[in-house]
C-alpha cells in the first residue's frame, strides 16, 4: 500500500542508505535488543482509503445526538453560542495551525501579536493587569491559580465554594494532593449562592485563598463585593473561576477587588466538541505576575526600534525552574486562544455586550415560562444565563424522553449535589428562540404529567 | 525582503461603530437589566474591544498568518516536537457536528459513536504501546507525565510505601519531567549520562533505594539515541521497588517497531499531537493519553471508557482507587479524533513505516552535516539528532546565529540549546513526511552557513535579515514587561 504521507520511493530510500552505507532501514534500529523488539505486526485494524475514512467516520459521528439534530438546553460549563464563521476560516490557515509554539520570534510574529492581543481581551474582560496565553481548560486553570495562591502567600488551605463546578472542583482537589495543598468547602445558601457566614467562619489566618464561581454552577451571581473583604480581612487572596461571556453585562471581577480571575474561553468561537479541547484563561493582578503558570507573550522592540513580540518572563516556566517549578505546563491551548480572540474581534465592544445580554434575557424569560406553569425554580439569588427547576420524576428520566422529543434536556444536579436530586440544570443561551423555550416547557410539563 | 512595516493592532484598527457579527433580534419580551440584577454588579464600563468591519478583521488576521512559519509553509525539523505534517482529512473529520457539536453531559445513549470511537482509541494505543490500560484524559504530555506520577504516588501509598518520594531523571531529560515530579510532590534525583550518551547504568544502580518512586525516562533519549540498556535499567529499578516511566515525546521512532510496555515500563504518556499527527495550533492544544500496566490500571483518572456485555459504551465512575480527575470532562476530544484518524489511514504497516521512514530520514541528514558540524555523538540516531555548534563558536558564531541564519533560508530552526548535556546543542528532528528533496536542500543551506561561519560571519551573527522583524529585544521584555495594549485615552 502507498501512504500519502510518507514521500520516500525506493530510489530515495536506496540513495539514502548508500549515503550510510547500509544495506536496509532494518540496519538503522540493530541498537534496540532482541529482546524488545515487536515481533509481527501491531493487531490493529488495517489502513483506510481517505474514502473509507470518510464513511467510517460520518458513521461514528451519525451515532451522536448533537446540536445539529437536536435543540440543546444543556449547559454547566460547556455552552452552545453563535460562532461568526470568520473563526474557523482564519484557524485553518495552516500557518497558524500547523505552527509549533512561538520560539523562534521572527518568524512567529502573526501567532504572538494575535495572543498578545488576546491577553488585552483577557484583561479587558476580567478587569485585571495580567493574563497569560492560555491553560489548558477551565477547570486546570482553576488548580494552577489555587497551587499558585498557595504558593504565594506560604500558606497551605485553600476554601473553596461548593457552587463551584464540580469537575473544577474534583481537578483543584487532584493538583492539591500533588503540592500538599489542603481544600476546605463552604455551602451554599437557600438563594443558591455561597453561604457568607459559613465563608467567614471558614476563612482564618491560615487560608491561602477563597475560590467563587461567577456566576456560580448553578448560574447564580455571587456576590464579589461582599467576599472581597472576608477574604482579604486575613490575607487571603480572592479567585474568581468566571464565564467570560457574562462579563459583558456582570461587573468585572478586576473593579470588586478578585487577585485571580481564571476560567473558559469556549462561550467565544470553541465548539462544544464533547468537553474538548477549550480553552483556560488566566488572569491576575501585576504583583502576581511574576508567579503565574503558562506561557506569556510581551511586547519589544527590534534591533531597528520596530515593534515586535516575543515569549517573555521564561524564568517562571518549567523548562527553566526545572525541579524548582510550581507548574509543568508547557503545551497550551494556543489555537483555541486564537479562536476566542477572533471571536472576541468579531464581536467587539457591542457584540459582547448584545449577546451576553441576549443570553440574560432569554433565560429570564425562560424562568418565567416555567414558573407560569407551575414548575418550582430551586434558587432565588440573581442569575445569568442557567437555572434549576425541580422535577417530579428523576432527571434522567425526562432527559430521555426530551431526547426522543428531539431536545438535549438539562444537567442533573442530583449527580453532584444530594440534596438537589430531581432538579435539572437549564442553560439557555443567544441560539434559542423563543419558540424553542416554549416548547421545552411545554415538553417537559407533558413528560411530567404522564 | 518581506514587508517591515509594523503591523497594527486589532485594536488600532478599531472605529466606534464598526461591527463584525450578526446576532438575531431579542425575540422574547425584555425585562428591565436593573430588575434582574443588582446594580452593583452591573458592569459599569465595557471592555475595550475591537470594533472593525469583517473584511478588516479577515484581513487582519490573514496578514497575522503571513507573518507565521508552520509546517504547512516549509520544514521545520525541531527537535523532540515531531513537527510532521498534520493531514487536512483530520480536520474535517474533527468539525462534524456530531463531533465538534455534542456536549459531555449529553446521556450516554446519545453519544455512543464519541464513546465508541474514545474506546478504540484506548484499546490501540494500549496495543501500540504494549500497555494494558489508557486514560485519554490528560491534555497534554506535562499533563501526562503528572498524572502518570500521581498514579505511583498512589500505587506505593496503596502498598504502605508512601514514603517512595524520589524520581530518578536522566541529566538528558525534558525539561518538564523535574516539573512534574515537583508538582506531583515528588523529588528529583539525577543520573549522569556515559560517554555514549546513554543513562550511566553505575550512576543509576547507586541512586535506586528505598525511596526510589520511579525512573522517566524518554527512549530514544533526547540525543536521538536508544538506551540499548533498557533491560537491564527497568530490572535495577524494578528490583529497588520502583516503577518505570516513559515519556512518549520521542514515541515517532518506535512505532510497531518496540513497545515501552515489552521494555519494562510500566507507565507511558504519548503526545498525539506529536506522534500522531494532532496539529501543534502554535503552541496547543495537544492531548498526552497515559497508558499503564494492570497494577495501575485501579488508579486510572476517572472516568474511563468502558464496555459492556451488550456492546455498549460507558463512562465508568465507579473507581474507588483512582487519583480523580486531571481536566474538566474527559479529554482534549477533539485532538483524539484527529489522532484517531491519522491511526486509521496508517493502520499497522503504515505506522511502522512512518518511524522507519522518519529515522532514515534522521540518519541520512546527520551524516550530510557531520561533515560540517560536530557530532557528539557518531553513532547511529533514531529519529532525531544532535549536533554541536562548537567550531562554529570558536569563530565567533553561536548555535542561536545559526538557527537565525537558517530563517533567511525559509526554515525553521532546529531544537538549540537543549539537552543541556551538549555544548551550543542543535537538536534536530526532520520528520518522516519530508522528502529527500527537502532534506537535501537543508543539508545545502546548513552547509552553506558553515562556510559563511568561516568566511563572512557577520551576515550569519547579524541575521536574520529577511523577516518581518530583526532580532527582539528579549531582555527589556522580560525586565519591564508589556503584556497587554493599552488605549489611548481620549
Redesign the interface.
Known amino acids: ?1 502507498k ?1 500519502r ?4 520511493t525506493d530510489q ?2 536506496r ?3 548508500d ?2 552505507g547500509i544495506a536496509s ?1 532494518e ?7 532482541e ?4 515481533k509481527g ?8 482509503s ?1 474514502v473509507e ?2 464513511r ?15 435543540v ?1 438546553f ?1 449547559g ?3 455552552y ?1 453560542h ?1 460562532i ?1 464563521s ?1 473563526v ?3 484557524l ?20 504572538l ?5 488576546f ?3 483577557v ?3 476580567t478587569g485585571m ?3 497569560n ?2 491553560m ?5 486553570s482553576l488548580a494552577e491559580a489555587v ?1 499558585m495562591a498557595a504558593g504565594h502567600t506560604g500558606r497551605k488551605k485553600v476554601i473553596v465554594s461548593r457552587a463551584v ?1 464540580p ?2 472542583r ?2 483543584t ?3 492539591a ?4 495543598v489542603e481544600l476546605a468547602e463552604v455551602g451554599v445558601d437557600a438563594q443558591g449562592v455561597t453561604d457568607l457566614a459559613m465563608l467567614k467562619a471558614a476563612v482564618d489566618d491560615g487560608v491561602a485563598a477563597v475560590v467563587v464561581q461567577y456566576p456560580n454552577f448553578f448560574g447564580c ?1 455571587e ?3 461582599a467576599i472581597e473583604p472576608i477574604a482579604h480581612e486575613k490575607g487571603a487572596l480572592l479567585i474568581v473561576s468566571a464565564n467570560p461571556l457574562a ?6 471581577p478586576g ?1 470588586l477587588g478578585a487577585d485571580i480571575v481564571t476560567g ?1 474561553m469556549q462561550p467565544f468561537g470553541i ?8 480553552c483556560g484563561y488566566f488572569a491576575a493582578t501585576s504583583r502576581l ?1 511574576r508567579k503565574m503558570p503558562g ?10 526600534g ?5 515569549l ?4 517562571r516556566e ?19 486562544a ?1 479562536a476566542a480572540a ?1 471571536t ?12 451576553a ?2 443570553n ?3 433565560a ?2 425562560a424562568k418565567r415560562m416555567f414558573q407560569e406553569r407551575g414548575f418550582q425554580v430551586a434558587f432565588d439569588a ?1 442569575f445569568f444565563h442557567e437555572f434549576a427547576v425541580k422535577l417530579s420524576k428523576p432527571v ?1 428520566e425526562v ?2 424522553k426530551l ?1 426522543e422529543a428531539g431536545i ?1 434536556g438539562g ?1 442533573d444536579l442530583g449527580r453532584d449535589y444530594p440534596e438537589l436530586a430531581g432538579h435539572a440544570l437549564l442553560a439557555v443561551t ?1 441560539v434559542r ?2 419558540a424553542e ?1 416554549d416548547r421545552l416547557a411545554e415538553e417537559m410539563e407533558a413528560i411530567l404529567h404522564a | 525582503m518581506h514587508n517591515r512595516k509594523e503591523k497594527a493592532l486589532i485594536f488600532e484598527l478599531s472605529r466606534p461603530g464598526r461591527v463584525s457579527y450578526s446576532l438575531p433580534e431579542l425575540d422574547v419580551p425584555e425585562t428591565d437589566v436593573a430588575a434582574m440584577l443588582p446594580r452593583h454588579l452591573i458592569r459599569e464600563t465595557p471592555a475595550r474591544l475591537p470594533e472593525v468591519s469583517e473584511l478588516q478583521l479577515v484581513r487582519h488576521y490573514t496578514e497575522l498568518s503571513r507573518r507565521n512559519h508552520g509546517v504547512d509553509n516549509g520544514f521545520y525539523p525541531l527537535g523532540s516536537c515531531t513537527m510532521k505534517y498534520n493531514p487536512k482529512l483530520n480536520e474535517d473529520v474533527a468539525r462534524y457536528p456530531g463531533f465538534a457539536q455534542i456536549h459531555p453531559c449529553q446521556p450516554e445513549e446519545s453519544v455512543q459513536g464519541a464513546l465508541e470511537l474514545m474506546y478504540n482509541l484506548q484499546q490501540e494505543l494500549a496495543v501500540i504501546t504494549g500497555m494494558d490500560a489508557v486514560t485519554l484524559q490528560p491534555a497534554a504530555g506535562a499533563a501526562g507525565e503528572f498524572t502518570g506520577l500521581m498514579m505511583i504516588r498512589a500505587y506505593h501509598e496503596s502498598r504502605g510505601e508512601g514514603h517512595r518520594n524520589k524520581v530518578i531523571v536522566p541529566n538528558s531529560a525534558h525539561g518538564t519531567n523535574p516539573a512534574s515530579a515537583a508538582v506531583a510532590g515528588l523529588q528529583t534525583v539525577t543520573v549522569p549520562s556515559d560517554e555514549r550518551g546513554l543513562v550511566d547504568i553505575e550512576a543509576l544502580r547507586a541512586a535506586v533505594g528505598p525511596d526510589t518512586a520511579a525512573l522517566m525516562l524518554t527512549n530514544p533519549n533526547t540525543l536521538g539515541l536508544f538506551e540499548e540498556n533498557i533491560l537491564e535499567m527497568a530490572e535495577i529499578v524494578h528490583q529497588a521497588g520502583g516503577l518505570l516511566y516513559y515519556d512518549g515525546a520521542n514515541a515517532n521512532a518506535i512505532l510497531g517497531i518496540a513497545r515501552p510496555g515489552d521494555m519494562g515500563f510500566d507507565v507511558v504518556h504519548l503526545n498525539l499531537h506529536k506522534t500522531f499527527t494532532g496539529p501543534h495550533g502554535g503552541g496547543g492544544p495537544g492531548a498526552g493519553p497515559v497508558g499503564v500496566k494492570k497494577l495501575l490500571e485501579p488508579f486510572l483518572p476517572k472516568p474511563v471508557v468502558a464496555k459492556r456485555e451488550d456492546g455498549s459504551f460507558y463512562l465508568d465512575e465507579e473507581r474507588p482507587h483512582s487519583i480523580g480527575r486531571v481536566k474538566g470532562f474527559f479529554g482534549n476530544f477533539g485532538i483524539l479524533v484527529r489522532a484517531y484518524c491519522y491511526i486509521r489511514s496508517m493502520g499497522p504497516e503504515g505506522l511502522k513505516q512512518a518511524s522507519e521512514n522518519a529515522v532514515l530520514n534522521a540518519n541520512y541528514l546527520m551524516r550530510r552535516l557531520a561533515k560540517a558540524y560536530t557530532l557528539p555523538y557518531d553513532r547511529v540516531c533514531k529519529h532525531e539528532f544532535v549536533l554541536s555548534g562548537v567550531k562554529q563558536k570558536k569563530l565567533g558564531v553561536r548555535t542561536l546565529d545559526i538557527a537565525k541564519r537558517l530563517l533567511d533560508f525559509g526554515y525553521h530552526p532546529p531544537t538549540i540549546y537543549f539537552p543541556l548535556i551538549v555544548d551550543e546543542c542543535m537538536m534536530i528532528e526532520p520528520t518522516e513526511t519530508e522528502t529527500k528533496e527537502t532534506l537535501d536542500e537543508f543539508a545545502e543551506a546548513m552547509l552553506q552557513i558553515a562556510r559563511e561561519c568561516e568566511e563572512t560571519p557577520e551576515i550569519v551573527q547579524e541575521a536574520p535579515h529577511s523577516t518581518v522583524v530583526k532580532r527582539l529585544d528579549e531582555a527589556t521584555a522580560a525586565r519591564k514587561p508589556v503584556l497587554r495594549y493599552q488605549p489611548q485615552e481620549a
Do not use: W
Open positions: 500500500m501512504y504521507y510518507l514521500p520516500q530515495d530510500k540513495e539514502m542508505l549515503t550510510l532501514v540496519e538503522l534500529f540493530n541498537d534496540i535488543p529482546q524488545v523488539r515487536f505486526e501491531l493487531p490493529i485494524p488495517p489502513a483506510l481517505e475514512v470518510v467510517h467516520f460520518a458513521g461514528l459521528s451519525r451515532k451522536n445526538a448533537n446540536f445539529s439534530t437536536h440543546n444543556l454547566a460549563g460547556v452552545e453563535y461568526p470568520t474557523n476560516h482564519m485553518l490557515r495552516g500557518e497558524f495551525f500547523t505552527a509549533y509554539t512561538p520560539y523562534q520570534p521572527e518568524i512567529s510574529q502573526g501567532e501579536q494575535a495572543i498578545f492581543e491577553q488585552t481581551m484583561c479587558e474582560l493587569e495580567v493574563a496565553s492560555s489548558y481548560d477551565g477547570a486546570t497551587m463546578h469537575e473544577y474534583a481537578v482537589a487532584t493538583y494532593r500533588g503540592q500538599g451571581v456576590d464579589l463585593a462579563l459583558g453585562i456582570l461587573e468585572a473593579k473558559d465548539p462544544a466538541s464533547f468537553g474538548g479541547p477549550h505576575m506561557r506569556i507573550v510581551g511586547q519589544t522592540k527590534d534591533e531597528d520596530r515593534r515586535g513580540f516575543v517573555t518572563l521564561q524564568a518549567q523548562h527553566i525552574r526545572r525541579e524548582k517549578a510550581t507548574s509543568n505546563i508547557c503545551s497550551n491551548q494556543a489555537l483555541l486564537l477572533i472576541l474581534s468579531a464581536l467587539g465592544k457591542q457584540g459582547v455586550q448584545e449577546m445580554m441576549m440574560l434575557q432569554k429570564h424569560y440573581p434522567a432527559n430521555r431526547l438535549i444537567y443567544e428562540t423563543k423555550i
